[in-house]
């Protein structure tokens, strides 16, 4: 069974930074690519970064280029987001994501973790 | 940046009855490969989103079958043939085609 579970959210102030870990298991992670997701309080769905499934690729929303990082550790089955320069506006519950079918880009966000929440604010 | 219209943006339906969503791209999903990289996602209230349809029909695992989706280029369907009171929640399209991958802005499916 796919599990994914996010962690190291929590408060920080603009400007400071954050790191996120996705810890997966139920599946062979080396061959997947991940995807980060958000969902700010009240607003939609947005993409925020994927990652092949050997690290090579690397691509990232508009919003966050330059100060996300997406990286992954495929001995230690975990997914990880530096997140750099936050701003409030980066307030949002963060979702790791398996992709359901492909180790390079991507060919959608299958199975989901159940998020973990990260709030900027002074 | 791909933008990604979903109509109606609500809908109520009658338990039993089919929904329908649109989607509608700003540019063609065909990817130089062929495939065309549209899924669709629902949420439901309080829980994480979830993945029903990628590239365009293909329902992916555990998704019922009175889940559908159809369409091409720039325009796609999601379709619940008979609705049941766990489909309440949120639709999302999204594209996979070209990054940044972009999301429709969601349909709420209410019960009537």
């Known amino acids: 069974q796919v599990h994914l579970v996010e962690s190291g959210g929590g408060v920080v102030q603009p400007g400071r930074s954050l790191r996120l870990s996705c810890v997966v298991s139920?599946?062979?992670?080396?061959?997947?690519?991940m995807h980060w997701l958000r969902e700010a309080p009240g607003k939609g769905l947005e993409w925020v970064a994927v990652?092949?499934?050997?690290?090579?690729?690397?691509f990232y929303a508009d919003s966050v280029k330059g100060r996300f990082t997406i990286s992954r550790d495929n001995s230690k089955n975990t997914v990880y987001l530096q997140m750099n320069d936050l701003r409030v506006e980066d307030t949002a519950i963060y979702y790791c994501?398996?992709?359901?079918?492909?180790?390079?880009?991507?060919w959608g966000p299958g199975n989901w973790g159940q998020g973990t929440l990260v709030t900027v604010s002074s | 940046d791909i933008v990604m219209t979903q109509t109606p943006l609500s809908s109520p339906v009658t338990l039993g009855q089919p929904a329908s969503i649109s989607c509608r791209s700003s540019?063609?999903?065909?990817?130089?490969?062929?495939?065309?990289?549209l899924t669709w996602l629902q949420q439901r209230p309080g829980q994480p989103p979830r993945l029903l349809i990628y590239?365009?029909?293909n329902r992916f695992s555990g998704v019922p079958d009175r889940f559908s989706g159809s369409g091409a280029g720039t325009d796609f369907t999601l379709k619940i043939s008979r609705v049941e009171a766990e489909d309440v929640g949120l639709y999302y399209c999204?594209?996979?085609?070209?990054?940044?991958?972009?999301f429709g802005q969601g349909t709420k499916l209410e019960i009537k």
């Open positions: 590239t365009v029909s």
């Open positions: 990652i092949s499934y050997d690290g090579r690729k690397k």
């Open positions: 999204m594209q996979v085609t070209q990054t940044p991958y972009t």
């Open positions: 139920g599946f062979t992670f080396s061959t997947y690519a």
């Open positions: 994501a398996k992709d359901c079918c492909s180790g390079q880009e991507g």
């Open positions: 540019q063609s999903l065909v990817h130089s490969d062929g495939n065309t990289y």
